[in-house]
């Protein structure tokens, strides 16, 4: 009786050598997607924001355990003036949440020196803003949650 042997049976390196190609490829993509991911949340912290970001801005603040009642230190670091501060005071008297959503407004309308302080980005909100305040936690967390996309 005769057995048909098939190139596999012949050469049992050849399976390994598969293996181990399919193995190799299979840490480069991941090593690619990593590096691809990465690439895409530092264009996420870098994207110039503006009014439409603004709930997107918020949720990354809540979830970040960012203490809303520090509105004002916040307000310092992105350098809304002392008038706009004092308007959003008496507007929203004891509504800390609101006080922090105006400096926001203003801040993503570019409502202050734009050209000595720069457009309003996450990076600029994590690092500028946050970390100056000694909310190293928060500015991380910031940074590890993904954009919210509006809907269009």
């Known amino acids: 009786m005769l057995r048909h042997v098939s190139s596999m049976e012949k050469h049992p390196h050849s399976i390994q050598l598969i ?3 399919i193995v190799d490829c299979a840490i480069s993509l991941q090593c690619y997607a990593f ?11 870098n994207k110039t924001l503006d009014n439409k970001n603004l709930r997107e801005v918020i949720t990354k603040l809540e979830r970040s355990d960012f ?12 350098h809304i003036t002392q008038p706009k501060l004092d308007t959003v005071k008496d507007d929203n008297p004891q509504n800390a949440k609101e006080c922090l ?10 409502d ?16 500028t803003a946050v970390k100056e305040m000694g909310l190293r936690a928060v500015a991380d967390k910031i940074g590890k949650i993904d954009m919210i996309s509006e809907p269009e």
């Open 19 to 21: 293996m181990i190609f």
């Open 35 to 45: 590096r691809a991911t990465g690439g895409e949340i530092n264009h996420q912290l």
């Open 67 to 78: 203490p809303v009642g520090r509105w004002a230190d916040l307000r310092l670091r992105l």
């Open 101 to 110: 959503q105006c400096c926001l407004i203003l801040w993503l309308q570019q």
């Open 112 to 127: 202050y020196d734009v050209d000595e302080y720069g457009k309003p980005t996450l990076e600029k909100l994590v690092t």
